[in-house]
């Protein structure tokens, strides 16, 4: 594991991901007499389409716990102020971050909070021309910079501390009263072209874009910063205004004030630059709801050729936990993942040290809004084949007892705390990584991190396991250059990933059995486009639950002819037991 900051950075190129099934609780009641074909489930979420249906109280804070040099105070208005006073050295770091980005964008404003990042230090009321602006940055002796991410868009400038109020003043100007000046707008598109052609000269953006497409689905925008060029390059001052009447808020945002300064005299200096801001008047994310991410509703591989690729590279992604949905699963994550980073890890030996990857990588991406897991690997080009498959076996072993010690247990424990110990080093550099946790989860997070990790278990890091990673769907992604399709073994190395899994699953109710009905339709999209394949259903009941096999039979084949599968590609096997569900696929003839 490493430093925060330097994490962030990393997860952001690799991710996981979840997928489970629901179906309609009175599908096979007694008295059914004929299942209907059904379309495939549209969602996890108990009908609960947006994050807002279900936002949790251990999100929402009064004052929160700091550590002591953190003061914190929350204006008229709601803006949360927050100062960080560290007087080693006479610099001072003024952020304002807000909970804009991808999360908030539809494909018609994928990019704009992007774009709006850029245009922000661009000309203001005050400051009315980009000559201005600059000059007065220049007067400052101010440094600038702003990013933009899945769920946060952050502002810092930094200064010689004898500067820091003006340098409030000056950030109240640019939050409150940009001018969005259409020639401004068509320069900056120069410099956001410059950055996609940085990525699109990158194989692995390729490998990285079209996996989180299957990944997100309908809602991928919702989780690329960077957006669209084509509508970034359409945008208009009339948008970046609408996009401001939306997020940008004091309720919205915080401003934190980091190094050499007193406390009281921020408090003051925010009060009078950023009093008078105008808080929303209404509730932002009520009247802009998040939709919620749909499962990925079958597994996916793919191979993507690319003339510029040098080196294959191999990424395996799942949906993963929620702040919102489930914030215990975040840290048991973060300290397995810390666990498989170890050189002396299992995960390490097995694939790097015995010459099948040259480098491999898993890692979570903590969100608030369905994180993604990711494994990242580049295999040795003379072993590609049994690489994969390899790293395949290696994955169904995570959960295993003994697949990590208890040293290395407290040792990830002890990497993930020295780290965030470490991120206090710097008050530069610890505002942003603040930010990002206030942004992903709340203030509470990044000071209760240390006892959170402590308090990991092993059965926690199972859990977490078998609830976001096993039999859970998931997408794989190989990214080669062209001349070496042919060395690949497609049947066995991609496509057999999921062709021979079996579902084997044990429920705590004959109700809960019916339940998995609506997964069957996954294996049967798998069945049309794999047609040496047939589809094996084991349903095990209690004697006066006979019906049950026979109502899976007939929910096949009403459902089989949806996707013009053959009845004879499929089989159910009724017998008495369970209850439990096994599905199966095979080779034909097998």
Same mark, same amino acid.
């Given at each position: 594991?490493?430093?925060?900051?330097? &994490?962030?950075? *990393?997860?952001?190129?690799? +991710?996981?991901? #979840?997928?489970?099934?629901?179906?309609?609780?009175? *599908?096979?009641?007694?008295?059914?007499?004929?299942?209907?074909?059904?379309?495939?489930?549209?969602?996890?979420?108990?009908?609960?389409?947006?994050?807002?249906?279900?936002?949790?109280?251990? *999100?929402?804070?009064?004052?929160?716990? *700091?550590? !002591?040099?953190?003061?914190?105070?929350? &204006?008229?208005?709601?803006? !949360?102020?927050?100062?960080?006073?560290?007087?080693?050295?006479? =610099?001072?770091?003024?952020?304002?971050?807000?909970?804009?980005?991808?999360?908030?964008?539809?494909?018609?404003?994928?990019?704009?909070?992007?774009?709006?990042?850029?245009?922000?230090?661009?000309?203001?009321?005050?400051?009315?021309?980009?000559?201005?602006?600059?000059?007065?940055?220049?007067?400052?002796?101010?440094?600038?910079?702003?990013?933009?991410?899945?769920?946060?868009?952050?502002?810092?400038?930094?200064? /010689?501390?004898?500067?820091?109020?003006?340098?409030?003043?000056?950030?109240?100007?640019?939050?409150?009263?940009?001018?969005?000046?259409? &020639?401004?707008?068509?320069?900056?598109?120069? $410099?956001?072209?410059?950055?996609?052609?940085?990525?699109?000269?990158?194989?692995?953006?390729? =490998?990285?874009?079209?996996?989180?497409?299957? #990944?997100?689905?309908?809602?991928?925008?919702? %989780?690329?910063?960077?957006?669209?060029?084509?509508?970034?390059?359409?945008?208009?001052?009339?948008?970046?205004?609408?996009?401001?009447?939306?997020?940008?808020?004091?309720? @919205?945002?915080?401003?934190?004030?980091?190094?050499? $300064?007193?406390?009281?005299?921020?408090?003051?200096? +925010?009060? !009078?630059?950023?009093?008078?801001?105008?808080?929303?008047?209404?509730?932002?994310?009520?009247?802009?709801?998040?939709?919620?991410? %749909?499962?990925?509703?079958?597994?996916?591989?793919?191979?993507?050729?690319? !003339?510029?690729?040098?080196?294959?590279?191999?990424?395996?992604?799942?949906?993963?936990?929620?702040?919102?949905?489930?914030?215990?699963?975040?840290?048991?994550?973060?300290?397995?993942?810390?666990?498989?980073?170890?050189?002396?890890?299992?995960?390490?030996?097995?694939?790097?040290?015995?010459?099948?990857? =040259?480098?491999?990588? +898993?890692?979570?991406?903590?969100?608030?809004?369905?994180?993604?897991?990711?494994?990242y690997a580049i295999p040795n080009p003379q072993r590609i084949n049994e690489g994969i498959i390899k790293l395949r076996?290696?994955?169904?072993?995570?959960?295993? /007892?003994?697949?990590?010690?208890?040293?290395?247990?407290?040792?990830?424990?002890?990497?993930?705390?020295?780290?965030?110990?470490?991120?206090?080093?710097?008050?530069?550099?610890?505002?942003?990584?603040?930010?990002?946790?206030?942004?992903?989860? @709340?203030?509470?997070?990044?000071?209760?991190?240390?006892?959170?990790? @402590?308090? $990991?278990?092993?059965?926690?890091?199972?859990?977490?396991?078998? %609830?976001?990673?096993?039999?859970?769907?998931?997408?794989?992604?190989l990214l080669i250059p062209p001349q070496m399709e042919a060395i690949i073994d497609t049947i066995n190395v991609i496509?057999?990933?999921?062709?021979?899994?079996?579902?084997?699953?044990?429920?705590?109710?004959?109700?809960?059995?019916?339940?998995?009905?609506?997964?069957?339709?996954?294996?049967?999209?798998?069945?049309?486009?794999?047609?040496?394949?047939?589809?094996? $259903?084991?349903?095990?009941?209690?004697?006066?639950?006979?019906?049950?096999?026979?109502?899976?039979?007939?929910?096949?084949?009403?459902?089989?002819? &949806?996707?013009?599968?053959?009845?004879?590609?499929w089989q159910v096997i009724s017998k008495q037991g369970g209850p439990k569900l096994s599905v199966k696929l095979q %080779?034909?003839?097998?």
């Open positions: 594991m490493m430093s925060r900051d330097r &994490l962030v950075l *990393l997860r952001v190129w690799v +991710a996981i991901g #979840l997928i489970g099934v629901v179906v309609s609780c009175g *599908l096979f009641k007694k008295s059914q007499t004929k299942v209907e074909p059904t379309k495939m489930p549209d969602t996890l979420w108990n009908k609960k389409q947006y994050y807002y249906d279900m936002f949790p109280e251990h *999100l929402v804070y009064d004052v929160p716990k *700091l550590p !002591e040099n953190f003061h914190f105070k929350r &204006l008229s208005n709601g803006l !949360e102020v927050v100062v960080i006073e560290d007087h080693s050295v006479p =610099l001072v770091t003024v952020e304002i971050a807000v909970h804009n980005g991808a999360f908030t964008e539809d494909s018609s404003l994928d990019g704009l909070s992007h774009l709006y990042e850029h245009m922000f230090f661009k000309a203001n009321k005050k400051y009315r021309s980009q000559e201005e602006f600059m000059d007065r940055v220049k007067e400052l002796g101010i440094i600038f910079n702003g990013t933009t991410s899945d769920e946060r868009v952050n502002y810092f400038f930094t200064m /010689p501390s004898d500067r820091w109020r003006e340098g409030i003043e000056f950030m109240a100007n640019a939050i409150q009263f940009p001018l969005f000046d259409s &020639l401004e707008m068509k320069k900056e598109n120069v $410099v956001v072209a410059g950055e996609f052609q940085r990525l699109e000269s990158n194989p692995f953006w390729y =490998l990285y874009f079209r996996r989180n497409k299957y #990944l997100w689905q309908d809602l991928v925008t919702r %989780k690329n910063a960077i957006g669209n060029y084509d509508v970034i390059l359409n945008a208009t001052p009339e948008i970046m205004r609408e996009i401001q009447r939306r997020y940008y808020y004091p309720n @919205n945002s915080i401003l934190v004030v980091a190094g050499d $300064v007193n406390p009281d005299s921020v408090f003051k200096a +925010a009060e !009078e630059y950023l009093g008078s801001w105008q808080p929303s008047n209404f509730d932002i994310f009520e009247k802009y709801p998040i939709p919620r991410f %749909k499962p990925v509703p079958h597994n996916v591989t793919f191979i993507e050729k690319r !003339e510029i690729a040098r080196m294959p590279m191999f990424m395996k992604a799942w949906q993963g936990p929620g702040t919102t949905e489930d914030i215990e699963a975040t840290y048991a994550a973060d300290v397995f993942f810390a666990i498989l980073s170890q050189k002396t890890s299992r995960f390490q030996k097995n694939l790097v040290d015995s010459g099948y990857f =040259l480098q491999v990588s +898993a890692s979570y991406l903590t969100s608030r809004f369905t994180g993604p897991i990711s494994i076996e290696e994955v169904a072993q995570w959960a295993n /007892p003994d697949y990590f010690t208890d040293d290395q247990l407290e040792r990830a424990k002890k990497i993930l705390i020295n780290d965030w110990k470490y991120s206090f080093e710097r008050a530069s550099q610890l505002i942003h990584t603040f930010t990002f946790w206030w942004a992903v989860a @709340n203030p509470e997070y990044f000071t209760t991190y240390p006892d959170k990790i @402590n308090a $990991v278990t092993r059965e926690d890091i199972k859990q977490f396991i078998t %609830k976001y990673i096993f039999g859970n769907n998931w997408v794989a992604g496509r057999d990933t999921y062709y021979d899994y079996q579902y084997s699953w044990t429920p705590e109710s004959v109700e809960d059995t019916i339940k998995h009905a609506n997964a069957i339709r996954d294996w049967l999209f798998l069945l049309k486009i794999n047609p040496d394949r047939r589809l094996i $259903v084991t349903v095990s009941h209690p004697e006066q639950f006979a019906e049950i096999g026979k109502a899976y039979e007939l929910f096949l084949r009403n459902n089989s002819k &949806l996707f013009g599968v053959e009845e004879s590609r %080779k034909l003839g097998s």
